[in-house]
Nanobody, 128 residues
Framework: QVQLVESGGGLVQAGDSLRLSCAFS????????MAWFRQYPGLQRDFVAVTSYNGGTWDYVDSVKGRFAISRDNAKNTLYLQMNYLKPEDTAVYYC?????????????????????WGQGTQVTVSS
């Protein structure tokens, strides 16, 4: 059974940085594609970033390119999201997600329905 636990959210000012972590418990973390999504109140979860099973490939939604960086430490079973130059529009609940088996293709890894496991979410609030 896979469990995901996010941490690192908080209240910051515009321009500040935060690093989110996602602790993976279960077997074979290094075989999972891992992603971050975010959810605004009343809306669906939106794709933010994804990294392949070995961390060698990644992708981002356009709005965070150049500001956010996804990484993983397969020895520590942990996924990260470094968020720099935060903006008020980054305010959301951030979720990590895991899946394995889908093709490495943006038609799949940007969709929340592709992912089998989800964390409980961590709130990020950016004040202006």
């Amino acid at each position: 059974q896979v469990q995901l636990v996010e941490s690192g959210g908080g209240l910051v000012q515009a321009g500040d940085s935060l690093r989110l972590s996602c602790a993976f418990s279960g077997r074979a973390f290094s075989t999972y594609t891992m992603a971050w999504f975010r959810q605004y109140p009343g809306l669906q979860r939106d794709f933010v970033a994804v990294t392949s099973y070995n961390g060698g490939t990644w992708d981002y939604v356009d709005s965070v390119k150049g500001r956010f960086a996804i990484s993983r430490d397969n020895a520590k079973n942990t996924l990260y999201l470094q968020m720099n130059y935060l903006k008020p529009e980054d305010t959301a609940v951030y979720y990590c997600a895991a899946e394995r088996g889908a093709p490495w293709d943006s038609r799949y890894y940007t969709r929340s329905s592709t992912y089998d496991y989800w964390g409980q979410g961590t709130q990020v609030t950016v004040s202006s």
